[in-house]
């Protein structure tokens, strides 16, 4: 409650100092303050806004060169008085990068020279050591609200965060089917009129265990699946035509279909692969294998 109430117009051009900067969002910090500012910058990089740590007391032995004066520099210190930061503020000012401080003393040298200070709630720490608890706690919530207020400026979606993530349990799910489907090239494709002795070899080399069946027109006829096969298993099924086995108008998918949905269809009509269209001319097929190979589950 402490923070939300502290969420003024100081919060307001932080954001749009973030927001509307040209290079990059530098974060720093000493210490438990710099732990802070170090998760800060990956929860920024993450969410759209180019964002990396520079340690304060490396900053003024070369890594001073890391900041541009298009980048926005975002300061923590639970006193204000950190004397690791005076190099990187000296830096700043000569330059002109613009200073956000997110501290807890009012009184400080980092809020007199901030273009943008942020002053946390007088709330005492966890016990009466003094060890920083409450103070990086509230930081890291604060921080997190200025991530999401830019996040939300910029029209940031699920979608941009699985591109970012992909390596991650939300970034696979956020894969689409055109990014799992076998394509056009490799897919088992047979004619309507073709004989299933010739049907059977190419569902062998395809290895998918299906058939995809097109009209004259390239469009889908329907697919023949091993299902399809084993209700089919009586009389001279060899010299059948495929249109004579096959399932007529199957289920098909669009490419944009997110493939946490595609498994969930798998899995609520009981089969293992679903062809992917594109005004209903097949582009690609995916089996229940390629998602979990993927870690989609």
């Not at 097109?214 to 697919?223: S, Y």
Request: proline letters at 5%.
């Amino acid at each position: 409650m402490a923070i939300s109430a502290g969420l003024d117009e100081h919060f307001v051009r932080a954001v749009e100092l973030i927001y509307h900067a040209k290079g990059k969002l530098i974060t720093t910090g000493m210490g438990k303050s710099g732990h802070i500012a170090r998760k800060i910058a990956a929860t920024f990089a993450s969410t759209g806004t180019p964002s990396h740590f520079v340690h304060p007391a490396e900053a003024s032995h070369g890594d001073m060169g890391m900041i541009s004066d298009q980048d926005v520099i975002l300061m923590l210190s639970n006193s204000g008085e950190t004397a690791e930061l005076h190099e990187m503020i000296a830096y700043a000012r000569r330059f002109k990068i613009p200073m956000i401080a997110l501290v807890r003393r009012a009184k400080s040298m980092l809020v007199d020279v901030a273009d943008v200070p942020i002053v946390l709630p007088a709330v005492p720490e966890a016990s009466d050591v003094g060890a920083p608890t409450t103070s990086t706690t509230m930081m890291l919530a604060y921080a997190d609200a200025l991530a999401m207020a830019v996040l939300e400026l910029r029209g940031f979606t699920k979608e941009d965060f699985g591109i970012l993530h992909p390596g991650g349990k939300l970034g696979q799910g956020l894969k689409r089917a055109a990014d799992l489907m076998h394509k056009q090239e490799s897919l088992p494709f047979v004619r309507a009129h073709d004989v299933m002795r010739d049907v059977l070899l190419v569902m062998t080399r395809g290895a998918l265990g299906c058939a995809i069946v097109l009209n004259e027109d390239t469009t889908l006829a329907g697919i023949i699946t091993d299902g399809d096969l084993r209700r089919h298993m009586h009389g001279d099924i060899l010299n059948q035509p495929a249109h004579a086995i096959m399932t007529a108008a199957p289920l098909t998918i669009p490419p944009t279909m997110l493939a946490a949905e595609v498994v969930s269809l798998l899995n609520s009509k009981n089969i293992t692969n679903v062809v992917v269209v594109d005004d209903m001319r097949p582009i690609g097929l995916v089996h229940i294998h390629d998602c979990l190979r993927a870690g989609v589950v």
